[in-house]
């Protein structure tokens, strides 16, 4: 069974300032999916970025890069110009590579707190 | 807007009684959805798949006869919670895969359970 460790249960950051998720895996297929979400007070979870296994290269949206590292199945989120409206927890995410049969299931990290220091 | 919808969002029922919660999608059609269930400060457990006319699939340690799961329709899914007790106080979240290439899930609003 995959697993995904998130090793930082807390992180805090300043405001504009650049901060880094840290989230490891595990899994014996070479392809797949993984993610990060973010759960705000609201308790929405948001899809932040994906990236798939097959691609090298790193995913990027706007202010957010992953540095996908499939050999040490690191899979960290880095938020750059950290704005308020970053405070949530961020889950990293894990699927399977197969559809139907339910295996498009995510396989979440234990979270990251995030709180942005004005 | 949201693709996928949840109702109610917030519940209050006193012990033994039972309570339903929807999940729909919204513009597109869910063969498979996921309740995920969240504990104050922890992370999203998958508790079961809910497959479109047949029976859903519960992870192990999830007593299928508490928590009924009826997926009807392509578009609607049902979690009940069944003679519920105060330990099942938690937040229930439904999801859906994307219909596309994505991989991604879209979830629900989520649903905060508290049994009195």
């Not at chain 1, 995904?4 to 895996?25: G, H, K, N």
């Not at chain 1, 097959?54 to 996908?68: C, L, M, P």
């Not at chain 2, 996928?4 to 519940?11: E, G, M, N, T």
């Not at chain 2, 009924?68 to 229930?92: G, K, M, Q, R």
Request: include cysteine; proline fraction near 4%.
């Amino acid at each position: 069974a995959q697993t995904v460790t998130q090793s930082q249960p807390e992180m805090s950051v300043q405001e504009a300032e650049t901060v880094t998720l840290s989230c490891t895996y595990d899994t014996s297929e070479s392809d797949y999916y993984l993610f990060w979400y973010k759960q705000p007070p609201s308790r929405q979870m948001i899809l932040v970025i994906r990236q798939e296994a097959y691609k090298q290269q790193n995913a990027t949206e706007n202010r957010f890069s992953v540095n996908f590292q499939k050999a040490a199945k690191s899979f960290s989120l880095k938020i750059s110009d950290s704005q308020l409206g970053d405070a949530a927890m961020y889950f990293c995410a894990y699927r399977s590579p197969l559809w139907g049969f339910g295996n498009e299931k995510l396989t979440f990290g234990t979270g990251t707190r995030l709180t942005i220091i004005p | 807007g949201a693709v996928v919808s949840q109702h109610p969002s917030r519940v209050i029922c006193k012990s033994g009684t039972s309570v339903k919660i929807e999940c729909r999608s919204l513009d597109f059609q869910a063969t498979t959805m996921f309740w995920y269930r969240q504990f104050p400060k922890q992370s999203l457990m998958l508790m079961a798949t809910s497959n479109e006319g047949s029976k859903a699939t519960y992870e192990q340690g999830v007593e299928k006869d508490k928590f009924l799961i009826n997926h009807a329709s392509l578009t609607l899914s049902t979690l009940t919670v069944t003679s519920a007790h105060p330990e099942d106080s938690s937040f229930y979240i439904c999801s859906a895969p994307s219909r596309g290439n994505t991989g991604e899930l879209f979830f629900g609003e989520g649903s905060r359970l508290t049994v009195l």
